[in-house]
């Protein structure tokens, strides 16, 4: 089993070669960043880049590397649970946010991707519960980050799937109004045909 695929290495014992390449790793990003949490910022980054480039595993990589080099920085697991969601293991991914949250309750970006899953569900069981329960932690997400375009963008989401549309077109809104990054055509058009004055 590769521990490299595992968050936080699956907290398996290590080799003596294995820590002398952890030590390495940590010694060359604290040079280049000056700090290890800012070291480990920039290897969250990297990971999200990967994972979005459709690179689970070295995402996964740099993750573990970020929580090597601060396993206080909550936002390893915010990525950790991210390649689970890509890969749909869903309960993987659930489990990593939650352990998140348990840390640092106010992470609007984990609770963001937490709700994301549960508006997944609605969308593959139609099951409205899931889609109340992800309009709520979406809605406490944007009252600790209301700039977050991705948490704006599937506010609107949620919403529309709702049928609410005065609140769709307001937070569609908002996100356009900061750049409407994550914003897809087909949901633009969808809302403009739907939603409609």
Not at 145 to 162: A, E, G, I, W, Y
Request: with cysteine.
């Amino acid at each position: 089993m590769n521990i490299r695929l595992l968050p936080k290495y699956g907290n398996r014992p290590k080799t003596e070669q294995q820590k002398e390449a952890d030590n390495e790793l940590i010694n060359n990003y604290v040079k280049q960043e000056g700090t290890r949490h800012k070291a480990s910022e920039v290897l969250i980054n990297q990971g999200f880049k990967h994972l979005y480039q459709g690179d689970a595993k070295t995402a996964m990589y740099r993750f573990n590397q970020a929580w090597l080099l601060d396993s206080t920085n909550v936002d390893t697991y915010w990525g950790f649970g991210a390649v689970y969601h890509s890969l749909k293991q869903y309960e993987l991914a659930l489990a990593q946010y939650d352990e998140g949250l348990r840390t640092d309750p106010k992470n609007s970006k984990i609770i963001t991707d937490k709700a994301t899953i549960y508006m997944a569900d609605f969308q593959l069981n139609n099951d409205t519960s899931k889609l109340k329960e992800a309009i709520v932690l979406m809605e406490q997400s944007y009252g600790l980050d209301s700039k977050n375009q991705n948490t704006l963008f599937k506010l609107s989401v949620c919403h529309f799937f709702n049928n609410d549309c005065k609140m769709a077109k307001k937070y569609y809104n908002e996100c356009m109004a900061l750049g409407g990054k994550p914003v897809t055509q087909e949901y633009a058009r969808a809302l403009n045909e739907r939603c409609k004055g």
